[in-house]
């Protein structure tokens, strides 16, 4: 979806604006490069690995790089990709895959079946998607050099959606000496098979990496669809530019010398949507759910009723004041299972009310006999939108009487620190904030915030046995019917829990140069390097 200059200029700022910046980058690599592409992440890039981190950035370097076994067309639906055919037995119980023709490391040793097996296990430590598989799964193995098979103990109709979903953790297939390490150790080889290859040689953490045409690529025959089809490197060279100043980024695509920004300040749109040669472009049209998430190991928010005090006290409109500024690309959002998909639905969503309910938290916090715990909230303090949004909910959670300290740090720093257990006095956390997309929030099975399985669970690691047994049953439901059924059941009792809390939805576009062209959209918060070239 473009975003129109009409559309940009009722955000309110005259005709003629424009930002006058000092330049930081060199004219040798101004969009006058065709063969070249330089960008702006929204997130730094510090976690190579994505079966380490589930971010965003680090999904989007992974998909330069590695390949993947199935990947969605536009239709959404599962489509092989490094899979030349799969078969599977009469008794439904045991899937055949067989390798296409041409896959190669970049080291320029072959892709075996072996690299697959022992990327699926290592994926499925951490993915819900893959915990899913594995439990259900007597043997993933090889048959021979192109060949693997996953062995059921009882069947899964939704098996191939699950190696080909783009929620949760991005499966990417590595060398098996890459993909043996566990999970929580980070894979820092950045060796794939993928279209592009990662430059080591000009990785500079902190300022740029850059990623090279992979020359011994063989794309999958047939048109580019989605996420599927033809993966084909158009351009020389990408490279990933930091730069932390929302308006310095702005300044550097006025003067050409990027062609892209992922997620541009909202208060810039309008400088953006007067620039002729500028285009706002919305590559995920379902939208960005913000979420709450609350750490269910630790005081104060171990006890439910602390939980239910938080949900009761935000006010969504607040928050998307901040997050989205014009309501053109900000909507509440009350259901887990997001507002554009089948599922969404109002159970149990009483607690929400304009305003927020400031008596209502304050009684369900002398319930829960808060006793002035410190509450660590982690601040992405590199994102506008993060780092006031951050602050608003510290000062909401102090109008109630909570002991709140903001942590700041760049989202690396953010991600690294969410992996503690342990309190805050160990360098623990409470509380953080981030984002996934509306559309993904339909497989319940996959998507990483609607997991409560505990320790298995995602950061925050909310625990309820009852909604578990309520979400095992998913992939077995057959019918549309039946299924918003158990979403409703499922819904009434997470937000008696609170296993996270949503902060509304966001509509979040790019901005791009107009001779940038071929990004593919996908409902999802990742951004592929193939298919993009300038005129």
Request: glycine residues 8%; negative net charge.
């Amino acid at each position: 979806m473009i975003i129109s200059r009409r559309n940009a200029l009722k955000l309110g700022v005259a005709a003629g604006a424009s930002l006058s910046i000092p330049s930081i980058l060199r004219a040798q690599t101004t969009s006058a490069d065709e063969k070249n592409i330089r960008m702006v992440m929204g997130d730094a890039l510090t976690a190579f690995d994505p079966i380490f981190t589930s971010s965003d950035v680090t999904a989007s370097h992974a998909m330069a790089i590695y390949d993947t076994l199935f990947a969605l067309d536009l239709q959404l639906q599962a489509q092989p990709q490094m899979v030349e055919t799969w078969t599977l037995s009469e008794d439904k119980k045991t899937y055949t895959f067989q390798l296409r023709e041409g896959l190669e490391w970049h080291d320029g040793t072959p892709v075996t079946a072996g690299d697959c097996v022992a990327s699926v296990r290592r994926w499925a430590q951490v993915d819900a998607g893959g915990q899913l598989i594995m439990s259900r799964a007597q043997d993933i193995l090889k048959k021979d050099d192109k060949t693997f098979s996953i062995v059921l103990k009882e069947p899964l109709p939704i098996l191939i959606d699950i190696l080909g979903a783009s929620s949760g953790y991005y499966l990417a297939i590595m060398r098996e000496q890459d993909a043996k390490l566990a999970a929580t150790e980070q894979v820092t080889a950045n060796i794939g098979s993928g279209p592009f290859k990662f430059n080591l040689e000009l990785a500079r953490p902190g300022a740029s990496f850059t990623y090279d045409r992979n020359e011994a690529y063989v794309p999958r025959k047939g048109p580019q669809d989605g996420y599927a089809g033809a993966r084909i490197a158009k351009v020389d060279r990408v490279v990933w530019d930091q730069i932390s100043d929302p308006q310095t980024a702005v300044g550097a695509l006025q003067a050409g010398e990027i062609d892209f920004i992922e997620r541009p300040s909202a208060d810039l749109f309008p400088v953006i949507g007067i620039d002729p040669n500028l285009e706002l472009q919305v590559l995920n049209e379902s939208g960005q759910d913000w979420c709450l998430r609350m750490n269910f190991l630790q005081p104060p928010f171990n006890n439910v009723k602390a939980r239910q005090a938080v949900l009761h006290l935000l006010d969504q409109e607040a928050f998307l004041r901040v997050i989205a500024p014009d309501p053109l690309y900000g909507t509440p959002v009350t259901s887990i299972f997001g507002n554009t998909t089948h599922y969404s639905n109002d159970e149990n969503t009483g607690w929400f009310k304009k305003g927020g309910d400031a008596a209502k938290a304050t009684q369900l916090l002398k319930e829960a006999g808060y006793a002035g715990e410190k509450v660590i909230i982690l601040q992405d303090s590199t994102q506008p939108a993060h780092r006031d949004a951050s602050q608003l909910l510290a000062d909401s959670l102090r109008k109630v009487g909570m002991n709140v300290e903001l942590a700041a740090s760049d989202w690396g720093g953010l991600s690294k620190r969410r992996t503690n257990k342990g309190p805050v006095e160990s360098g623990g956390w409470s509380m953080f904030m981030t984002t996934d997309t509306d559309f993904l929030m339909s497989d319940p099975t996959s998507q990483i915030f609607m997991n409560a399985g505990g320790e298995k669970a995602w950061y925050g690691w909310p625990k309820n046995e009852e909604y578990e047994a309520l979400r095992a049953k998913w992939p077995d439901v057959e019918t549309l019917k039946e299924r918003k059924v158990l979403a409703r059941q499922m819904q009434k009792i997470w937000w008696d829990f609170v296993g996270d809390i949503r902060l509304g939805q966001e509509l979040r576009p790019v901005a791009r140069r107009k001779e940038l062209t071929g990004i593919v959209g996908m409902p999802i918060n990742r951004v592929a390097l193939w298919n993009m070239e300038k005129a």
